[in-house]
Nanobody, 114 residues
Framework: VQLQASGGGLVQPGGSLRLSCAASGSIGSMYVMGWYRQAPGKQREWVAVINNDGSTNYADSVKGRFTISRDNGRRTVYLQMNSLKFEDSAVYYC?????????WGQGTLVTVSS
């Protein structure tokens, strides 16, 4: 299983970005996808998750600003990020949990700066 994340970039505070993460390989039909992030000098932290039934959960720090979604046909998970803040700057990683294993993408850098 391989994950390819994209969509990061430089954005001003208050702006928006949409991240994408496409899975390839054999992930089966039942899988959970999520996003994490890691800022410089900090530990990786969980951001959002979307379950196989489409239910979602968010970290308190992004609730109401970020939306996670998935396209099962494309085996892709998205993270719509609105009202971005300086503290959202980080490398964002997607992952997929399937059949007892967890796979990670390579990360995409989001920089929020004026």
């Amino acid at each position: 299983v391989q994950l390819q994340a994209s969509g990061g970039g430089l954005v001003q505070p208050g702006g928006s970005l949409r991240l994408s993460c496409a899975a390839s390989g054999s992930i089966g039909s039942m899988y959970v996808m999520g996003w994490y992030r890691q800022a410089p000098g900090k530990q990786r932290e969980w951001v959002a998750v979307i379950n196989n039934d489409g239910s979602t959960n968010y970290a308190d720090s992004v609730k109401g600003r970020f939306t996670i979604s998935r396209d099962n046909g494309r085996r892709t998970v998205y993270l719509q990020m609105n009202s971005l803040k300086f503290e959202d700057s980080a490398v964002y990683y997607c992952n997929v949990n399937t059949r007892g294993k967890t796979y990670w993408g390579q990360g995409t850098l989001v920089t929020v700066s004026s």
